[in-house]
């Protein structure tokens, strides 16, 4: 008997730290969706040490420091969690996402190594999660934006598109239109004319409407994200994208010093109708520019002094500096 007692103490508390674990994992995942960064972050760190080989907590504090924008943080933490678990979808797709975004800010030399780990994890969380659409669309969208020498490769972007228009039509045509020439005249109007979903999508015109404002034709991209504006909102996805179209027309305002009235009215919009989004920061730094070139210097001081005391993002802060 006592040897009995003795074999099931330790599989008892084996389940106990399984149960607390996953309690801990449900903890941290309501605090995300509550964009509560910082008490998920206080949850976890005291569990996490230079030690730890749990690749879940690691997955979740490393995924925490990301949304707090600590993205080197984040990066080292999500590296050894997919080396203990390499078969996790989620922190492969984490792991590379972190990456991607620390190539998007370093050196030429630096951002080619960072790119290289960034795609491929996507690619090995594709492998993992051939169902998941979202494992395309971040692969894809690496394709499509990365330069050739960092592995991008818009063939096999569109190749993925049409992989993925089996799992999601409409996610699968708006990969194909992102990997193509959206300033071209009758590529789009072929886009269209191929996908008829796409032709009652605000994202179609969002999207060209970015890709105009990337080739610093601002006045045309402006046309775009308010006819973007007149398309329905038939799902959140769709009522997304035309919240971001409020925001682009404010920073293609701001970048091409024209339509100020226009931009400072659609993103005062974004402001009232976002105010928990992604960029709900760069939307103010955005309006404050504004502000700025029209000589109201108390508005835009008002608006964006409390962002430079709250933000974790670097470049943000930076970019504030440069105005107060």
């Known amino acids: 008997m006592q040897k009995c007692l003795m074999f099931i103490a330790p599989l008892l508390l084996s389940q106990a730290v399984m149960a607390g674990a996953a309690d801990i994992s449900s903890q941290v995942k309501v605090l995300w969706h509550a964009q509560d960064y910082t008490a998920a972050h206080t949850l976890l760190s005291p569990l996490v040490t230079k030690k730890t080989k749990d690749a879940e907590l690691l997955a979740l504090l490393g995924q925490t420091e990301a949304l707090l924008h600590n993205t080197e943080q984040a990066e080292e933490l999500l590296e050894k969690a997919v080396k203990y678990d390499a078969n996790n979808a989620d922190y492969q797709h984490w792991y590379a996402t972190v990456s991607c975004n620390l190539a998007a800010d370093a050196s030429m030399f630096s951002a080619l190594g960072y790119a290289k780990r960034c795609k491929k994890a996507y690619q090995t969380a594709l492998e993992l999660s051939p169902d998941n659409p979202r494992s395309y669309i971040a692969l894809g969208s690496f394709l499509n934006q990365a330069p050739g020498i960092a592995g991008g490769d818009k063939a096999e972007a569109l190749k993925l598109?049409?992989?993925?228009?089996?799992?999601?039509?409409?996610?699968?045509?708006?990969?194909?239109?992102?990997?193509?020439?959206?300033?071209?005249?009758?590529?789009?109007?072929?886009?269209?004319?191929?996908?008829?979903?796409?032709?009652?999508?605000?994202?179609?015109?969002?999207?060209?409407?970015?890709?105009?404002?990337?080739?610093?034709?601002?006045?045309?991209?402006?046309?775009?994200?308010?006819?973007?504006?007149?398309?329905?909102?038939?799902?959140?996805?769709?009522?997304?994208?035309?919240?971001?179209?409020?925001?682009?027309?404010?920073?293609?305002?701001?970048?091409?010093?024209?339509?100020?009235?226009?931009?400072?009215?659609?993103?005062?919009?974004?402001?009232?109708?976002?105010?928990?989004?992604?960029?709900?920061?760069?939307?103010?730094?955005?309006?404050?520019?504004?502000?700025?070139?029209?000589?109201?210097q108390d508005k835009a001081e008002l608006l964006l002094k409390p962002v430079l005391a709250s933000t974790q993002d670097k470049q943000l802060k930076d970019e504030l500096q440069k105005l107060l």
């Open 161 to 296: 598109a049409q992989k993925l228009k089996q799992l999601d039509p409409l996610q699968g045509a708006l990969l194909a239109l992102n990997a193509s020439d959206l300033t071209d005249d009758a590529v789009f109007t072929a886009l269209l004319a191929e996908d008829e979903l796409l032709s009652k999508r605000p994202e179609s015109y969002l999207q060209r409407g970015v890709a105009f404002s990337r080739a610093d034709k601002h006045v045309k991209a402006i046309s775009l994200f308010e006819q973007a504006l007149t398309m329905p909102a038939d799902d959140d996805e769709a009522a997304d994208a035309k919240a971001q179209a409020l925001y682009q027309i404010g920073r293609s305002a701001v970048k091409g010093q024209t339509d100020h009235d226009k931009g400072i009215s659609a993103l005062q919009q974004f402001i009232e109708q976002q105010p928990t989004a992604d960029n709900i920061d760069w939307a103010k730094l955005r309006l404050g520019q504004l502000y700025i070139a029209q000589q109201q």
